[in-house]
Nanobody, 123 residues
Framework: QVQLVESGGGLVQAGGSLRLSCAASGGTFSSYAMGWFRQAPGKEREFVGGISWSGGNTYYADSVKARFTISRDNAKNTVYLQMNSLKAEDTAVYYC????????????????WGQGTQVTVSS
């Protein structure tokens, strides 16, 4: 059973940056695709980005491409989401997810979810 704990959320002004971290435990981290979803108030949860278990493939929602970067450090059992040029519409709760031997795409069956971390971007 994999446990995921997000950190790094907070309040930032539009145009600013934040880096989210997700620490994993309870499994072989390097065998899991990792990803990030977000959910804004009154909106459906949406895929943000993902990285394959090998780290060789990354995927992004069109709305965050060229602004967000996902990466992983298998030695630290941690996945990161670097968010730059933040916009008010990026305000949401961000969830870390994991899938065994996955590719990290938006339609991956992510079996494990963290509790989420709030990101608020003020305009």
């Amino acid at each position: 059973q994999v446990q995921l704990v997000e950190s790094g959320g907070g309040l930032v002004q539009a145009g600013g940056s934040l880096r989210l971290s997700c620490a994993a435990s309870g499994g072989t981290f390097s065998s899991y695709a990792m990803g990030w979803f977000r959910q804004a108030p009154g909106k459906e949860r949406e895929f943000v980005g993902g990285i394959s278990w090998s780290g060789g493939n990354t995927y992004y929602a069109d709305s965050v491409k060229a602004r967000f970067t996902i990466s992983r450090d298998n030695a630290k059992n941690t996945v990161y989401l670097q968010m730059n040029s933040l916009k008010a519409e990026d305000t949401a709760v961000y969830y870390c997810v994991a899938a065994w031997r996955g590719l990290g795409g938006p339609n991956e069956r992510y079996n494990y979810w963290g509790q989420g971390t709030q990101v608020t971007v003020s305009s």
